[in-house]
């Protein structure tokens, strides 16, 4: 019997929902993480924990990082926590609320090629979604990992969900765009990153 191209294509697992991240044409974007807002923000420890997570996830696959800061004179830099696991990526400074509102980030975003973008960071209700909100805007795919993200107030944090989610922001956890991007299980990729995922 003949088989049809889709139905060879979806043998070999080609064939993906489109809300589903992959390796290629990725980045991870990383939003003001920074001395005065950090200690502020609800379940600072775990968001944290889970921002390293997808750096070194990310450092290990070769998935682009971008880092901001906002008004580093007045929020301070990048807490040494996140720091340390950050390498040579320079963090890009901006005063906007939005990322796109520093030439230098949509600028390194076009030059990586990159055509969809992981926000992780703080605050979910004002940095992170008017940058995930202006990404949409520029038809890249856009995911946020939920618990990567936080604000000062929980009512705040969730708001700022709903308005991405409604807007067309793809809603995941860490692990989910951990998974996706993986792919399946048994590659080289899997096992490097797995400590990761215990």
Known sequence: MVQTL??????WGLVRHPALLSKEGTALVVIDVQERLYPHVLGKEAMLKNIVKLVSFSEKLKIPILVTEQYPKGLGKTIDELKLFLGSCKPLEKTAFSAFGCPDFEASLKKLGAKAIVIVGIEAHVCV???ALDAIQRDYMVAIATDAISSRKAEDLQAGIEKMRASGVII???EMVIFDILERAGTPEFREVSPLLK
């Open 129 to 131: 979604c008017q940058t």
């Open 172 to 174: 995941n956890t860490t």
């Open 6 to 11: 889709l139905e060879i294509i979806t043998i």
